[in-house]
Every structure is written in structure tokens, then in C-alpha cells.
């Protein structure tokens, strides 16, 4: 398969994580489209001993750290992918790089360490740093709502013992809405 063939099948992935690198389509794009044009022209691509699809990311990535950031430009996600892209933006980059390359690209942690051109343990130590900020930003409180108090009492209890488990606190618990002020 030539080159130019290899990309094109390689393209959507490519895309699909720059994207969420970003957190914005047109961002994750333009990203792709400068190292497409000028990493990937190279002519000594073709004889780098990696396989394509390490040395297709290994210039993304690197693309990624030698430009200005391209800003973010208006996107017209739902709220839930906005949400979800607000706390991706709050990781440190390389962290979520590595996170991301792992856990959306399925990339081991040697061929984590060959793009991010690092040591396996530095990849498997970027991935579990990334990992832990992503929990950090997502842990939360939970207000309990219910009418019916042994299920008001019943789910505190529960959101009580898993509270230890993932960072996340109950606030109380109420049987109607007028009984906290809404």
C-alpha cells in the first residue's frame, strides 16, 4: 500500500484524536492538515524503521508542541461534549496527550513511549497522572431528591459507602424540591 493510501486509512484516527486534544473540530483539524502538509511530506518518512501509524502520531504530537496554540474556535457541540472537552482543556497537556493516546488510540505503553519519545515507565507514569487529573476535575457532590424517605435514606447510604471510592460527597438529602428551595 503506498503512502498516500496509508494516511487516508490512517486520517479519520488522526482526526478523531487531535480533535479531542483540541476540543474543537476546526482546532483538531487544522492541527492535522499542518502536519499532513509539513511533517508528513518528508521524504525520509518512508524509510523511519517505526510503522507509519507511530511516526503519522509521533508528528502530530510534535506538530501539537512546536505551534501556537490555535486557540479555540466556537464550536457547535452539545453541552455534554462542551463539558466533557471544559475538562479534558484542565489537564496538563502532556498528561492528556498520553492519556488520550492511550485510551482512545489503544496504543500500548511501548509504542506510547516511541511517540511521545520517552521511557515505557515515563509513558505508563504520564498515562496514570493523566488518568488521576481526569478523575480530579470530574468528582463531584450528589444531591439526593426522593418523596419516599426509606429510598431518600437508602440511597445515601449507598452514595455514603461509594463516596471512599470515588472522591464524591453526598450534600443531603431531601423528599421535595420546596424542602432545600427550588
Do not use: W
Not at 492535522?32 to 503519522?56: F, G, H, M
Not at 513511549?113 to 480530579?136: F, K, P, Q
Amino acid at each position: 500500500m503506498g503512502l498516500s493510501r496509508q494516511i487516508f486509512v490512517e486520517l479519520p484516527m488522526l482526526r478523531r484524536f487531535s480533535r479531542a486534544d483540541c476540543g474543537t473540530q476546526e482546532v483538531g483539524d487544522a492541527y492535522v492538515e499542518i502536519c499532513l502538509t509539513q511533517r508528513l511530506a518528508s521524504p525520509d518518512l518512508v524509510q523511519n524503521k517505526n510503522s507509519l501509524r507511530i511516526v503519522r502520531y509521533q508528528a502530530l504530537v510534535d506538530a501539537m508542541h512546536a505551534i501556537e496554540p490555535l486557540g479555540r474556535a466556537p464550536d457547535k457541540a452539545s453541552p455534554a461534549k462542551m463539558a466533557a472537552s471544559a475538562h479534558l482543556m484542565k489537564m496538563t497537556p502532556r498528561h492528556r496527550i498520553a492519556f488520550l493516546l492511550k485510551s482512545l488510540e489503544g496504543f500500548s505503553d511501548t509504542k506510547l513511549a516511541l511517540i511521545l519519545t520517552c521511557s515505557e515507565d515515563e509513558a505508563e507514569r504520564l498515562v496514570e497522572r493523566g488518568s488521576a487529573e481526569l478523575a480530579a476535575h470530574l468528582q463531584t457532590d450528589v444531591l439526593i431528591i426522593e418523596d419516599e424517605p426509606l429510598i431518600a435514606l437508602d440511597s445515601e447510604a449507598r452514595h455514603c459507602a461509594l463516596r471512599y471510592q470515588t472522591g464524591r460527597g453526598v450534600v443531603g438529602a431531601f423528599g421535595r424540591q420546596r424542602d432545600f428551595g427550588m
